[in-house]
């Protein structure tokens, strides 16, 4: 039933032992959840950003990996829903967001002053009144410069409640983070709310990277949004970069970042450090 539910009903679906083991799984995994922060299971990596114009790191996005016990590292993609669906990502999301900052905090102290780091707020954060007031307050508490915080924001989660996202995004803006909507383009949504939200970036997602190569049709998309996004003042990001071709592509039509597994994997904190000594950070001037 749950299948038939997810695939859009009005259609059947016959029962396999792997759907209960999955279900028995998941919800495991949903009791668990709640304990893996007090047990210390998730780990923080980080994925580089790559400007185009000088070949040194932009930023680094922080990802969020669970290792779990018994299963090993558990996908985001599987474990960030469940989180939603118990209620136990605002508490996640918190903690996501404050180790992000102290590390921002560290890499200032060991010379690394100029390296924006990037996390992500869910659709569960922004629904909450005081998520501003949060960011502001773990800004202060790391004592760091509010500019080297990225929010990131899917476009999905931000066209769930416009006007609320634009007012919360316009203080965080006000405040000196900044703003970059993620997997653009994968949402039917208006051109026209671009120039609404106060961004400084946006992320292409990978699909359309992906297909721009052989699809006439994912490269003029790409091309349309680089160059409204320029038009409108905001820099462009490419998702998923993963060979020359691409990277070359994404160079001639004028993208300003990329980021992807040509350049790197995510890493962990040690690996970041050697991977800005081989090739700088650009400075924010």
Same mark, same amino acid.
Request: proline content about 3%.
């Given at each position: 039933?749950?299948?038939?539910?997810?695939?859009?009903?009005?259609?059947y679906?016959?029962?396999?032992?792997?759907?209960?083991?999955?279900?028995?799984?998941?919800?495991?995994?949903?009791?668990?959840?709640?304990?893996?922060l007090?047990?210390?299971?998730?780990?923080?990596?980080?994925?580089?950003l790559?400007?185009l114009?000088?070949?040194?790191?932009?930023?680094?996005?922080?990802?969020?990996?669970?290792?779990?016990?018994?299963?090993?590292?558990?996908?985001?993609?599987?474990?960030?829903?469940?989180?939603?669906?118990?209620?136990?990502?605002?508490?996640?999301?918190?903690?996501?967001?404050?180790?992000?900052?102290?590390?921002?905090e560290?890499?200032?102290?060991e010379?690394?002053?100029?390296?924006?780091?990037?996390?992500?707020?869910?659709?569960? $954060?922004?629904? $909450?009144?005081?998520?501003?007031?949060?960011?502001?307050?773990v800004?202060?508490?790391?004592?760091?410069?509010?500019?080297?915080?990225?929010?990131?924001?899917?476009?999905?989660?931000?066209?769930?409640?416009?006007?609320?996202?634009?007012?919360?995004?316009? &203080?965080?803006?006000?405040?000196?983070?900044? !703003?970059?909507?993620?997997?653009f383009?994968?949402?039917?949504?208006?051109?026209?709310?671009?120039?609404?939200?106060?961004?400084?970036?946006?992320?292409?997602?990978?699909?359309?990277?992906?297909?721009? !190569?052989?699809?006439?049709?994912?490269?003029?998309?790409?091309?349309?949004?680089?160059?409204?996004?320029? $038009?409108?003042?905001?820099?462009?990001?490419?998702?998923?970069?993963?060979?020359?071709?691409q990277?070359?592509?994404?160079?001639?039509?004028?993208?300003?970042?990329? $980021?992807?597994?040509?350049?790197?994997?995510?890493? &962990?904190?040690?690996e970041v450090?050697?991977?800005?000594?081989?090739?700088?950070v650009?400075?924010?001037?």
């Open positions: 039933m749950v299948q038939v539910q997810e695939n859009g009903g009005n259609q679906s016959f029962y396999k032992e792997e759907m209960e083991r999955e279900i028995n799984k998941n919800y495991m995994l949903m009791a668990e959840l709640s304990k893996a007090m047990n210390e299971e998730f780990q923080m990596y980080y994925h580089p790559i400007d114009n000088t070949g040194k790191i932009s930023s680094v996005e922080t990802l969020l990996r669970w290792k779990h016990p018994v299963y090993g590292f558990i996908s985001p993609l599987d474990f960030i829903p469940l989180a939603e669906e118990v209620g136990t990502i605002v508490e996640i999301g918190h903690w996501v967001l404050r180790q992000t900052c102290r590390q921002i560290i890499w200032q102290k010379g690394m002053k100029t390296l924006p780091v990037s996390v992500n707020l869910s659709a569960v $954060q922004l629904q $909450q009144g005081d998520i501003a007031s949060i960011v502001k307050e800004v202060y508490e790391s004592n760091i410069e509010s500019n080297l915080l990225i929010i990131e924001v899917n476009e999905s989660v931000m066209m769930q409640n416009v006007e609320t996202t634009i007012n919360i995004l316009h &203080e965080l803006k006000a405040f000196g983070v900044q !703003i970059v909507i993620d997997d383009g994968t949402y039917y949504s208006s051109l026209q709310y671009l120039n609404n939200f106060p961004l400084d970036m946006i992320k292409i997602d990978r699909c359309f990277v992906r297909d721009m !190569i052989d699809h006439k049709k994912d490269r003029e998309l790409v091309k349309m949004i680089i160059e409204l996004s320029h $038009q409108l003042g905001m820099k462009v990001i490419a998702e998923g970069v993963e060979n020359k071709t990277l070359e592509l994404l160079r001639e039509l004028e993208c300003d970042e990329v $980021q992807g597994y040509f350049y790197s994997k995510p890493m &962990e904190v040690s450090e050697r991977y800005v000594k081989k090739w700088g650009i400075s924010k001037e």
